[in-house]
């Protein structure tokens, strides 16, 4: 172990910053958040927000909440309009909270098959309606993601996307007269290496309904945006043919390095449709840097029987998806998702197919071309507390803003503003309802770190035991840690008496107190050298012990005090120094004095921030299961497989915890009995 004193600023004598005179302007809501520029006049002046919700503890046959954080829009609705966008109307009426996506016809035009979250939000399941809205019915429900579905050209089947096999995304077949269902790409031929992405999205029945073309992610690599460096994900897509049954199961078109989605047939069924776009810009098509602005993207086809014969469709340098043949022509519609004329285009223009503007998604056209179906998201933020679907019956999920710690002897809930009030990226302690709001570490007050772009801010906070303090990273983080500082701060839980324990002269950042408040640990870097490990500092004198020498992140004491859990660049060499390559993180467990340094986690995936629950063991947020989409479908998010899994201190007996399209992370326990 190496040891450290240069950092450390004097714990008893530190800066003290609580006299500093508040901002007297209010926050602007971060850019880079995907809620905050519609947040309301309201939660950017931080008021009303937590005292607008009438708080409920839980059924009294729970144990409790646990708390989540999810990245993903709060509701869609359906709307439907003339193939020019005229006469545009809600599919099902007004409804209260709708959240409808993913529609598409049936051969006849007589059904809409969509995705729905009425039941609750974070469980999709499949219904259809008649396009005037009637006759609603629905078609595959259950507690595993069901999505992307669509009728067999008789009418007697529908295939979809399900996860109800290893919470990876399969496609299934249902005999809507038997109730049978079959999985058609889940053996072995068709999956390749379990350990690599295999999902397979977006189903689509040839005109004979002898097929289904489907794109699929299967034997490709686990890969990060920026060439490999990256810890968001990329996606490479290639496209593929099946049999109803599961058999004849090939290959039609890929190519090494793009990503090819969404197939559609043509009419006489000799070509599949589809986008192409390289598999670097799949991250920036969803991510939040550029909104898509800097993607280009085409729409080919190609002949379904041989994989050649290519054809593009479009040639402008924007991002153009959802590409779809026109009843019986050679005329594409498409939904450009990004750049100029954002919305429903099509590669020949007339008075019934021209362009309309819109942020919609998803268009997809009636059989005969006349009409288009599409989903307009709402990014209005989540409240805190809002009931999410629980897929662990004990317990009932609610969402929460970022990094949530609970504090047993105040009953209070200290967070990170990324989402909620002014998402400040400042430190909120609540009571377990979000009632009572304390800001107890203002980053106005203490100035000198961008916040605009969601890297920098008070991160992962932490309580002492006796709920007196709490300690917090300050600073620039993510791949700025590189040139700027993080400092630790320790505070009153009251929000006065700042103090920075250490002097800045290193990135340090995401502590967490010993169970006995005696020591807190942290990871360090050096913007010259690279990630220094965790490092342990003593409370009382100051002095610091390294002990990890790894590309270490994110540490958490054991309820126990007997290990701590981190996240590990595993691929990480010293030779590397502040770079790295292949990106690959995992969950590892180290005694407090360094010793029995364990990998608990092994998948080819990313597996990061990782607590404790209340009796001892992890839960992370893990890419294990793979995309539940094509990742160029999305919007607004960074890491969209992202779910939650729950295993043994030892990393056995690995639990997913959600099960959702969306974005999913930061559990948090709560018993019942701090509700009451």
Known sequence: MRFFTILVASVTAGTGLATCPHAAAKRAAQRECPYSARLSKDAIDGEGSSENVK????????????????????????????????????????????????????????????????RADGQSDLYRVKPDGTGLEILVSGDSFEDAGTLSPDGTKVAYVSTAINSTANIFVLDLSTGTSVNVTGSDETVGDFASPHGFFRPSWSPDGEWLALSSDANTDWTGHSDGTGWEHTQTLSLYVVRPDGSGFRKVVGQPGYSLGSPKWSFDGSRLVYYNLTTEDTYSAHGLSFGGSTVVSQIFSVDVATGEDATQHTFGSSLVVSGHFIGNSTNVGFNLKAGENTGVNYTTASSMHTYFNGTLRNPTWSPDGTKVVYEVYNWDQRPAEKKLFSWDNEWEYRFM?????????????????????????????????????????????????????????????????????????????????????????????????????TDGSLNAGFPSFSPDGTKLVFRLWDGENGPLGLHVMDMETGNTTRITDGWDNTPGWSPDGELIVFTRQTNWTWEYGPRWYDDRFDIGTVKPDGTDLKIVTDSHANDAHAVWAPDGRIMYNSGMHGFRDESSLYDNTFQPYGQIIIMNADGSNKTALTDSMWEDSMPQYVPRSFFT
């Open 401 to 501: 803003d970022v990094f949530p710690q609970w504090n047993n002897a105040t009953q209070r809930l200290a967070t990170t503003q990324k989402q909620l009030l002014n998402a400040s990226s400042s430190i909120v302690t609540t009571d377990a309802d979000y009632s009572n709001l304390v800001t107890a570490f203002n980053v106005d007050d203490i100035g000198s770190v961008d916040t605009q772009f969601g890297t920098g801010g008070a991160f992962q906070p932490t309580w002492k035991s006796d709920g007196s303090q709490l300690a917090v990273g300050y600073g620039t983080w993510f791949a700025g840690r590189a040139s700027n500082p993080g400092t630790l701060y320790l505070f009153n839980a009251d929000g006065t008496g700042y103090q920075n324990i």
């Open 55 to 118: 708080r409920t503890a839980p059924p009294e046959d729970k144990l409790g909440v646990m708390y989540m954080n999810r990245i993903g829009p709060s509701g869609s609705e359906l709307w439907i309009a003339d193939a020019n966008g005229s006469g545009a109307t809600r599919l099902l009426g007004e409804q209260s909270a709708p959240f409808d996506f993913h529609a598409s016809w049936s051969a006849d035009g007589e059904w809409i098959v969509f995705s729905s979250e009425r």
